[in-house]
Structure formats: structure tokens, C-alpha cells
């Protein structure tokens, strides 16, 4: 469906809502916190998780926006910003494709003497 939006898309604009500092919202946009982005880290969640409590513990910025990040914190931690089921369908098809992909490449090698 088009009118879809990705999960990375979405927390981007959440965290947009609450005023959270900008390279947070672009490292979500960029798939830096999503499960089955290329660009995402190895453990996004968690990793999402600590830049969080980073900022509300670090930064010099207001009670409001300290407390919106707890509650962002507290989403991620429910599960409310893990991937949509179609997203994680699409990932397994790509890999689906490469890893076929692949075989055919390694099917298609001379045999070894």
C-alpha cells in the first residue's frame, strides 16, 4: 500500500513533535533505529533507548522536553515503535531474493577438479 509510512518515518515524526534535537530525528528518519533498515544498528532499539536517555540526562533544554523524551523512551521500551509486520515481510523477501541470488551465482561455478 502507498499511503504506508515506515515505522522510521513515523518515529521521526514523533520525535519532530517533541522538539528532540535534530540529528535524533534524522539518525530515525535515516533508519538508524529500525530493526530491518540497512543503515540501522546492530541492536536499534537499545541503541535508541540510550540516545534518549542521553539527551534527557545531558542536555541543557527544558523540563517539558525532558519529560516528552521519557515518554518516547517508555513507547520504545512497550514496543510501540518496533516494525510494522509488513515491514519485516518486506525485508524477508528481499533477503529471500539475494540469498537466491547468490545460490544461482555459486550453482553456476565450474566444479572444482
Known amino acids: 500500500m ?7 518515518e513515523l518515529l521521526a ?9 535534530a ?4 539518525n530515525a528518519r535515516r533508519g538508524l533505529y529500525d530493526d530491518f533498515d540497512d543503515q540501522g544498528h ?5 541503541k535508541l533507548i540510550d540516545d534518549l536517555r542521553l539527551i534527557a540526562v545531558q ?3 527544558s523540563f517539558a522536553l525532558r519529560d516528552a ?3 518516547v523512551r517508555a513507547e520504545v521500551i512497550e514496543g510501540k515503535w518496533d516494525a510494522q509486520p509488513w515491514e519485516s515481510d518486506a525485508w524477508a523477501a528481499k533477503q529471500t531474493g539475494e ?6 551465482r555459486l550453482d553456476m561455478r565450474e566444479p572444482r577438479p
Open 2 to 8: 502507498a499511503d504506508r509510512l515506515p515505522t522510521k
Open 13 to 21: 515524526r514523533r520525535l519532530e513533535q517533541i522538539a528532540a534535537p
Open 23 to 26: 540529528w535524533l530525528v534524522d
Open 42 to 46: 546492530e541492536t536499534p532499539q537499545i
Open 59 to 61: 542536555c541543557h533544554c
Open 69 to 71: 523524551l521519557t515518554v
Open 99 to 104: 540469498m537466491g541470488a547468490m545460490i544461482d
